[in-house]
């Protein structure tokens, strides 16, 4: 049966590096028989110029009735004045809730070819195989009571709350744990246990489900001293696990270990695998419609989509495979560039993994 990719380019770089990843759908749709098909929609405040919301309910749909999702970026200056529940952001948040997509798993991997492009030390970095799991739908993001107000004082103040019920701690701690069992076995659960109580129970969550795991290794540290260690000596970490605001902070800093953050795709999944695939970066406004993004992350999230969503192991190897032919070839993007290589553009870099996939075509 013919699957279904609904398309979300969204803002700023967003439909540039998807048109890369389009080309490369396309080569894989004629050269190796990939049966899909695809529709776009609109997110972001691509969506609220031309339909005045961020999220509108024609989106919702098809992505509700898509196999998976994929999405560029959201967000830019351009839409910063407008309230917040008009903001691009918001249609991103959206779909994440509306199909309760708890689930982010966020791979930071280093590419040999990259070793030089990381701004820490190659023994530090080289090798790095290190999976993020960031809780996605709850937490300091969606908590209830959130706003401004004036205070008693009468200064404006600002809140939100960080809220996590024991269900939403437990099925996240689930993926971990599977997903750490299928890794080297080792998951630390992030937290400050040591200040917030929403995170103290986290971790008593998780020990609780971690008995279930008895072959996975289970350790905790406080999200200070993770932020640190990341930088200090990221190998140490398999599986790290922790809640939206954590890791929304920590897979950034995961990102650079990688040489740039143009590398990192993600999937946000529900509890059924359904998901939604994107690269971990935002819009950049300040270099959209340049031609210069790295297409990399939103290529490598199409390979996410296969494997995960579609269960398409083969195809997602042979997209993986020729980003590495195309950056053996020497094609960097500027944010991956170093001396001795070629710099290449958006659409450069896309075609370089085109002719690399259709050079595997057997
Ligand atoms: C991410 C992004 C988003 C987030 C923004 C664009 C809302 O930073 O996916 O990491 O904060 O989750
Ligand atoms: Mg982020």
């Not at 090798?127 to 996605?136: A, K, Q, V």
């Not at 599977?178 to 040591?194: F, G, M, P, T, Y």
């Not at 190998?235 to 953050?261: E, H, P, R, Y």
Request: aromatic share 6%.
């Amino acid at each position: 049966m013919t699957k279904k990719i609904a398309i979300l380019p969204g803002d700023g770089i967003g439909p540039e590096i998807v048109n890369e990843t389009i080309k490369v759908l396309d080569a894989l749709r004629s050269g190796f028989g990939l049966n899909v098909e695809t529709e776009q929609g609109l997110i972001g405040g691509a969506a609220y110029d031309a339909t005045g919301t961020p999220f509108p309910e024609a989106t919702l749909k098809l992505a509700q009735d898509a196999d998976a999702i994929l999405l560029g970026a959201v967000g830019g200056p351009k839409w910063e004045p407008l309230d917040y529940a008009l903001r691009p952001e918001r249609g991103l948040l959206g779909l994440r809730a509306g199909l309760e997509l708890f689930a982010n798993l966020r791979p930071a991997l280093l590419y040999p070819q990259l070793l030089d492009a990381s701004t820490l030390k190659a023994d530090v970095v080289s090798n790095l195989d290190l999976m993020i799991i960031r809780e996605l739908t709850g937490g300091i993001y969606f908590g209830k009571p959130r706003g401004r107000r004036i205070n008693d004082s009468n200064e404006r103040e600002g809140y939100n709350t960080l809220v996590y019920s024991e269900s939403e701690i437990s099925r996240i701690a689930h993926i971990g744990f599977q997903i750490a069992r299928k890794r080297q076995k080792r998951l630390c659960s992030i937290d400050k246990a040591n200040v917030l109580e929403c995170t103290e129970l986290w971790r008593e969550v998780v020990i609780e489900v971690g008995k279930e795991y008895p072959d996975v290794a289970l350790s905790h540290m406080y999200v200070d001293n993770a932020a640190m260690q990341l930088v200090r000596n990221p190998k140490q970490f398999d599986v790290m696990l922790t809640d939206n605001l954590f890791g929304d902070i920590l897979s950034d800093c995961a990102a650079m270990l990688t040489g740039s953050i143009g590398m990192l795709p993600s999937a946000s999944l529900d509890k059924n695998g359904k998901g939604m695939y994107e690269p971990i970066h935002g819009s950049a406004p300040d270099i959209a419609g340049r031609n210069v993004a790295n297409p990399i992350a939103t290529v490598l999230s199409l390979a996410m989509l296969l494997r995960y969503s579609f269960d398409d192991d083969a195809t997602a190897t042979h997209i993986e495979q020729a980003i590495q032919a195309a950056l053996d070839a020497g094609c960097r993007t500027a944010d991956i560039y170093s001396e001795g290589t070629r710099k290449v553009s958006t659409t450069e870099m896309g075609d370089a993994i085109v002719s690399a996939l259709l050079a595997r075509k057997s």
